[in-house]
T-cell receptor, first 115, second 112 residues
Framework: GAVVSQHPSRVICKSGTSVKIECRSLDFQATTMFWYRQFPKKSLMLMATSNEGSKATYEQGVEKDKFLINHASLTLSTLTVTSAHPEDSSFYIC???????????FGEGSWLTVV | KQEVTQIPAALSVPEGENLVLNCSFTDSAIYNLQWFRQDPGKGLTSLLLIQSSQREQTSGRLNASLDKSSGRSTLYIAASQPGDSATYLCAVKMGAHNDMRFGAGTRLTVKP
């Protein structure tokens, strides 16, 4: 079946630096990708929706200048956390859907720890 | 705005019991509903996907039902096992190209 790969699975970065998380669809063209954030023991909260070749649409309260999303190709979307702070430490997970949009496939998630 | 609620928030049962997890949503005009399993520190594993036109789906010991008009879904787990211990998430999709909206999950513990 379809597979969405996320990398890195775990990353530790220093406060003030930027970190990039990649989300790749391995065997289908992902016209739409979604980025979620999950705090410990909480549910997934949608951060933004990205469509290939266009700017991402951010949910209310999500800083678009801090969480940069790029969806330059049909198989790759990236989330860059800029000037990371300890409160950005969280589990970030992406999902992707193809042209029909019927099924969404989730990546394995990325743990970000900012020290 | 779609709100998804899962009850109970946590559940602990002895091995072998049958159990039901509940999910409710405020806007019944959903495209589909999906149940996921999440192990601690891990990503999501899809369990069952129910299209809006369907009433239920079954996979092994799992059965999910959907009553769209009343905004409810249940996940039935038969003969629970310790390996079933995880957080179970319910999510709804409002349209073909929409994102999924998640409930807060039910943390299930099955004791040997």
């Amino acid at each position: 079946g379809a597979v969405v790969s996320q990398h890195p699975s775990r990353v530790i970065c220093k406060s003030g630096t930027s970190v990039k998380i990649e989300c790749r669809s391995l065997d289908f063209q992902a016209t739409t990708m979604f980025w979620y954030r999950q705090f410990p023991k909480k549910s997934l909260m949608l951060m933004a929706t990205s469509n290939e070749g266009s700017k991402a649409t951010y949910e209310q309260g999500v800083e678009k200048d801090k969480f940069l999303i790029n969806h330059a190709s049909l198989t790759l979307s990236t989330l860059t956390v800029t000037s990371a702070h300890p409160e950005d430490s969280s589990f970030y997970i992406c999902s992707a859907s193809g042209k029909t949009g019927n099924t969404i496939y989730f990546g394995e998630g990325s743990w970000l720890t900012v020290v | 705005k779609q709100e998804v609620t899962q009850i109970p928030a946590a559940l602990s049962v002895p091995e072998g019991e049958n159990l039901v997890l509940n999910c409710s949503f405020t806007d019944s005009a959903i495209y589909n509903l999906q149940w996921f399993r999440q192990d601690p520190g891990k990503g999501l594993t899809s369990l069952l996907l129910i299209q809006s036109s369907q009433r239920e789906q079954t996979s092994g010991r799992l059965n999910a039902s959907l009553d769209k008009s009343s905004g409810r879904s249940t996940l039935y787990i038969a003969a629970s096992q310790p390996g079933d211990s995880a957080t179970y998430l319910c999510a709804v999709k409002m349209g073909a190209h929409n994102d999924m909206r998640f409930g807060a999950g039910t943390r299930l513990t099955v004791k040997p």
